[in-house]
């Protein structure tokens, strides 16, 4: 079992960016989820669960700061830009130690019904505490398309789920993969070239148990490239 993709994605729920090797430090990928678009109005951190729309644009991470274009080449340069592009008052804010993003989901992914909310970890906006670095392999998803799901490590062969409660080394990082990750609304978001498509969550959910993908807390922080070997400790 080999990595065979690398994703970083700097804005909670924006696209993110492919790369060949990752820097990875106890709170997971370097730069990876590190800011989140504030809702001034609601006091949460948008996701696509909330706003579709912002799986309309990407970011990258360069030299410690963020870039970001709508899907169009656009750039949204600062917090007026964006508000603008989201008809929203949002400000763009970087995680820190002792601050907790909020965040949504409809329990009821059909009709985007039944909202609930909950606090995520401190020092990065990924959903939950549980989860520093992502996993998932390409043949468990079959002909779905990646940029559903916005994993962090992308694999050649296997079946991801037999990870769970396992520790593993791969390159110079070693992990703890402490939980399968629950899906939810947004795997079936539009997305450029790719539409709404509710049966990838009714699948999951009636095959896989609402799973999709594990989740690893870093234990001891390095480095990781594409064609590093996975191996269970």
Excluded at 110 to 137: C, N
Excluded at 155 to 184: F, M, P
Excluded at 193 to 202: A, G, P
Excluded at 220 to 233: F, K, M, S
Aim: charged share 30%; with cysteine; proline share 4%.
């Amino acid at each position: 079992m080999r990595v065979v993709q690398l994703w970083r994605y700097p804005v909670k729920s924006l696209g993110g960016e492919r790369l060949d090797r990752v820097e990875v430090d106890a709170q997971g990928i370097v730069g990876d989820r590190r800011w989140g678009l504030l809702d001034v109005a609601t006091g949460n951190v948008l996701t696509a669960r909330r706003a579709p729309q912002l799986l309309f644009a990407s970011a990258r991470w360069v030299d410690g700061h963020v870039e970001i274009r709508t899907d169009d080449g656009r750039r949204l340069d600062d917090d007026a830009a964006l508000s603008a592009w989201l008809e929203r008052d949002v400000r763009l804010v970087p995680a820190a130690d002792g601050v907790r993003g909020t965040y949504e989901t409809p329990l009821d992914f059909e009709h985007d019904a039944d909202w609930v909310a909950w606090e995520g970890p401190e020092g990065t906006f990924h959903d939950s505490r549980r989860t520093q670095v992502s996993f998932l392999s390409l043949p468990t998803i079959g002909d779905w398309d990646i940029r559903r799901f916005r994993m962090n490590v992308w694999l050649d062969e296997g079946e991801d789920d037999d990870l769970a409660g396992r520790s593993v080394r791969v390159g110079t990082v070693t992990a703890d993969i402490v939980k399968k990750i629950d899906r939810c609304v947004m795997t079936t978001r539009p997305q450029p070239r790719l539409e709404r498509d509710l049966d990838v969550l009714r699948t999951i959910n009636r095959e896989r148990a609402g799973d999709l993908g594990v989740g690893a807390l870093v234990t001891t922080p390095g480095t990781i490239a594409v064609g590093d070997e996975v191996a269970l400790l």
